[in-house]
């Protein structure tokens, strides 16, 4: 019902930068929120950026200063620019929409979410 797609990833030197994009289609009635998680090897998933129940927005630690999350309502999209990248930086990132989709005559929630397929990202020199 929901597909998100993400691209921008890529091989990077440590002190560089990439712009992480995610677009969503689909049966979209209304996207509640986006978020972008990453996975590196041998490590759970952990949300990178995200969007508080407040309004504010949720970076992890090991971000905080370096990347940045922003939304084009207009386009289904969210973008993460990242700054400053270091090898720990090096994971898939994936990017997760909590929407609201067309559904028969009404409207369905997914409480998980939808997800996309991950684009690699490698901070090596």
């Known amino acids: 019902q929901v597909q998100l797609v993400e691209s921008g990833g890529g091989l990077v030197q440590p002190g560089g930068s990439l712009r992480l994009s995610c677009a969503a289609s689909?049966?979209?009635?209304?996207?509640?929120?986006m978020a972008w998680y990453r996975q590196a090897p041998g490590k759970q998933r952990e949300l990178v950026a995200g969007?508080?129940?407040?309004?504010?927005?949720n970076y992890a630690d090991s971000v905080k200063g370096r990347f940045t999350i922003s939304r084009d309502n207009a386009k289904n999209t969210v973008y993460l620019q990242m700054n400053l990248l270091k090898p720990g930086d090096t994971a898939v990132y994936y990017c997760n929409a909590d929407v609201t989709t067309y559904c028969g005559v009404g409207f369905c929630h997914s409480a998980n979410g939808y997800w996309g397929q991950g684009t690699q990202v490698t901070v090596s020199s």
């Open positions: 969007p508080t129940g407040g309004g504010s927005t």
């Open positions: 689909g049966s979209i009635f209304k996207i509640n929120s």
